[in-house]
């Protein structure tokens, strides 16, 4: 069974990035597996789940779903292994601290080794990320910039947009993948929502060819550089 956590859809919302919990899911019962979807709201204990979904958020919803999250048994199910894809505000909260509105520090979940500081502007527009030789596509809206301490893997390099600082975006771990892409970045990027499952089952998946395929062209061919 494959289970996924949506944390905080309430807070952690914007732009429908809960959407991502729908493409996994949808994407894994075509290929005929048992998928549960477990909304997590901010009254739940966070239950066990194969991977977490954390999604952007304003500066307020992001600072509580912090809390909460520091208070809940996420950090230790982190820790413990379980995959996590945290987009935007949800990328900032795993790092060491994070802060948005005006240069307050926020303490972060520190499950990751990255720091953010507000930038002078915001970063709003269309952002293309080279993943290895994949490009994915997304948007991004957000007024930090993220620091990757020693040893920490981006997700991909900036070919178009901001993302952290201009010149990466985001971070990968081997259980954890956050970008500062929106869109929702699953419904993208179908090949990046295989690479997910793959990694999350430890098999791989037969082809799955959707409209979606032919969304992400159109979009690559148009944003591509
Ligand atoms: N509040 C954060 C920022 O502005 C994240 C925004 C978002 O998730 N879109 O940097």
Do not use: K
């Not at 999604?55 to 809390?67: F, N, T, V």
């Not at 979940?109 to 930038?119: C, F, I, K, Q, S």
């Amino acid at each position: 069974m494959l289970t996924i956590g949506l944390l905080y859809p309430e807070l952690l919302g914007t732009y429908g990035d809960g959407g991502n919990a729908l493409v996994l899911a949808e994407r894994a019962r075509r290929r005929r597996l048992d998928v549960e979807v477990i909304s997590v709201g901010i009254d739940d204990d966070v239950p066990d789940a194969s991977i977490y979904l954390l999604g952007g958020g304003e500066d307020g919803p992001q600072r509580l779903g912090a809390d909460l999250l520091r208070r809940s048994t996420f950090p230790l199910r982190v820790r413990d292994g379980r995959y996590v894809l945290a987009v935007c505000a949800g990328l900032q909260i795993l790092g060491t601290s994070f802060a948005v509105e005006g240069d307050d520090e926020y303490e972060g979940l520190g499950l990751v080794d990255v720091v953010t500081h507000r930038g002078e502007r915001r970063s709003v527009g269309d952002l293309v990320v080279r993943v290895n030789e994949r490009l994915l596509v997304g948007f991004e809206n957000h007024g930090g910039r993220t620091t990757l301490g020693p040893g920490v893997e981006p997700f991909g390099v900036v070919e178009r947009g901001r993302g952290n600082d201009g010149t990466v975006d985001g971070y990968t771990t081997s259980t954890v993948w956050a970008s500062y892409a929106h869109g929702p970045v699953l419904a993208m990027n179908p090949w990046f929502a295989d690479e997910v499952l793959e990694r999350v089952l430890g098999r791989e998946l037969a082809p799955l060819p959707t409209v979606a395929d032919q969304l992400y062209e159109e979009r690559r061919a148009l944003l591509a550089r």
